[in-house]
């Protein structure tokens, strides 16, 4: 994909600035691979702990040989010194499935204001254009910045914000195409959501920031999720016009992830290894993501369901993410403490892996030929690199943006299965291991599944396609790669 160097690319440089936490720093260091693509340099900044996170987890190994001490040689590495903040365990018996824990981080994240804004200033004189794309949850941060272009950096789906700013489209919303209407119709409500009251005051200081975004940025693509781009696109130029604004036009550029070059096989990685023993989609992955904890009873539920299953499965099972991934550990509890039934790992040792505390590499499982459903949390990440690689899921939303993104694959793509429907005031339900070993086997090895499955490999073929030359996901990304180096 890369071009051949230009002294009009050199002259500009792009600083990403994310939001500390796992799923947004993963988002913008793919998005700075593939902008460096085309020899612009890219300065990625942040807390020294959390550049370190993502350098440590950046999954694919094709691309992480690239990741030197200072990057590779378009990619930059700017640390600051990480500010002081409490780093509380994670709490798996709590009534919501919020991460709390990861709050500190991200209040102290506030603290990079004045070095941003600094660098941004410095940089600013060695390049004719410095572009910002920052995390929406870090506009404090970036509000100071006035000698360069700033994209607001959306990192959940465009699905989910269209679901925020109007709970239902109106029926008489000319904005609002039909096949969006439909499926947000069906889409749990955001309104009455209640985040911890510490996570609301961070969000209220992000929405009540200066604006300095010239437009907004979507890891998404026309494939996926095309009715609510043209939505948002639609509100967006009304908004313009009557708030007498420019037009801040919005660029879905993802899926950001690796689509291709994935390896097949790893005789180094257990994962890998032990999916190339078993047949073509045969194999069901759950995991839950980062910063999801689950009770002891949960745990155990769903250990039961995966049996009853009979089905063929690697369960990641980890502790939740605190905000410094770094810390001592002393004192919080392992996974391998936790109740799995007696005898449970032995039973399932020859149709069954449970990854227990370790990082496992999602996206080169799920591109795996043996791997041919994913029970999911539904986080945007984790919802795109199924749909990429082209497997259906399973649905648990558990809080944010995860409802709607659950809706869009069940409801409006059709490749997925609900585990459970979703409530705002739910609470802490623990889903029985009757409803886990039933959604698997529908999945798995239902006529029903069999459809999901079909559908989810010709659309994770359309994504990869619309990469290829002349496709529409790599036209977008070069309309936005001449627009910030004209």
Not at 288 to 317: C, D, H, P, Y
Request: proline content about 6%; charged content about 20%.
């Amino acid at each position: 994909m890369a071009n051949n160097p230009t002294t009009q690319n050199s002259q500009v440089a792009v600083v990403m600035v994310p939001l500390p936490a796992q799923g947004h720093l993963n988002q913008l260091l793919h998005l700075s691979h593939r902008i460096s693509a085309y020899n612009i340099p890219v300065y990625y900044v942040g807390a020294a702990t959390h550049i370190r996170q993502v350098k440590l987890r950046f999954h694919s190994r094709h691309r992480r040989r690239h990741l030197a001490a200072d990057g590779d040689e378009y990619i930059h590495f700017h640390e600051f010194p990480t500010p002081h903040f409490e780093n509380p365990p994670p709490d798996p018996n709590s009534p919501h499935k919020f991460p709390t824990q990861i709050i500190p981080s991200l209040k102290a994240s506030t603290h990079l204001r004045q070095p941003v804004s600094s660098f941004v200033n410095a940089l600013s004189t060695n390049f004719r254009r410095v572009v910002v794309v920052y995390d929406s949850l870090m506009a404090y941060v970036v509000q100071d910045i006035s000698n360069a272009d700033c994209y607001t950096f959306r990192s959940i789906s465009a699905v989910a914000v269209a679901s925020w700013e109007s709970d239902v489209a109106a029926a008489d919303d000319e904005n609002c195409p039909t096949e969006a209407r439909n499926i947000l119709e069906q889409t749990p409500s955001m309104k009455g959501t209640h985040y911890p009251p510490e996570f609301q005051e961070f969000l209220n200081l992000q929405t009540s920031s200066k604006k300095v975004s010239g437009g907004e940025i979507y890891n998404s693509c026309r494939e996926i999720e095309g009715p609510f781009l043209d939505l948002l696109a639609r509100r967006k130029i009304n908004n313009n016009k009557e708030e007498e604004e420019e037009d801040q036009k919005i660029w879905a550029l993802g899926p950001f992830n690796p689509l291709s070059s994935l390896p097949s096989s790893n005789p180094n990685n257990k994962c890998l290894s032990w999916l190339d023993k078993h047949g073509p989609n045969s194999v069901i992955l759950v995991s839950f993501g980062t910063t999801t904890s689950f009770s002891n009873k949960q745990i155990e539920e769903i250990a039961l369901g995966l049996e009853r299953s009979g089905q063929k499965f690697i369960w990641v099972l980890r502790e939740a993410d605190k905000g410094d991934i770094f810390t001592n550990k002393k004192g919080i509890k392992k996974f391998t403490e936790l109740p799995l039934p007696e005898g449970f790992e032995e039973r399932v040792k020859e149709r069954g892996l449970v990854v227990v505390n370790e990082w496992a590499p999602q996206l080169e499982i799920l591109g795996h030929v043996s791997t041919g459903g994913f029970l999911t949390h539904c986080g945007w990440n984790s919802c795109l690199e199924g749909i990429s690689m082209g497997v259906a899921m399973a649905t648990w939303p558990l809080h944010s943006d995860q409802p709607a993104n659950a809706a869009l694959v069940t409801k409006g793509l059709k490749i997925g299965v609900e585990v459970k429907k979703w409530c705002v005031e739910e609470g802490e339900v623990v889903t029985s291991a009757d409803v886990v070993e039933e959604v698997v086997r529908k999945l798995m090895v239902s006529e029903e599944g069999g459809l999901m499955r079909k559908r989810a490999a010709e659309l994770g073929g359309a994504v990869r396609d619309s990469w290829m030359d002349g496709g529409a996901a790599r036209d977008e990304m070069e309309a936005f790669i001449s627009h910030i180096t004209r």
